[in-house]
């Protein structure tokens, strides 16, 4: 299962950093947004897949598993 990697220490001094021109700073949070619909994403559509006895060592019902499953990507 592919797991959302956190944004590094460099990544995070970089957006904090007040010198960063601004077109570079919207780049910075474009990308860390994208990459948390991206995970969303992958994480939803292995969610999706798992079997009745998966979900249930994960402590889900499959009707948790499909409502969460079901929500779009750009939604926490």
Known sequence: M???RPIS???MTLMTYRALPVPAMIAL???AVVTTWAAR???RL???AL???ELDDAGLTPE???A???RVFWQA
């Open 41 to 43: 994403r992958r994480t």
């Open 51 to 53: 079997e009745p006895w």
């Open 46 to 48: 292995v969610l999706a």
């Open 9 to 11: 220490a460099d990544a």
């Open 64 to 66: 948790q598993a499909s």
């Open 29 to 31: 949070r474009f990308a």
């Open 68 to 70: 969460e499953a079901s």
């Open 2 to 4: 592919t797991q959302a």
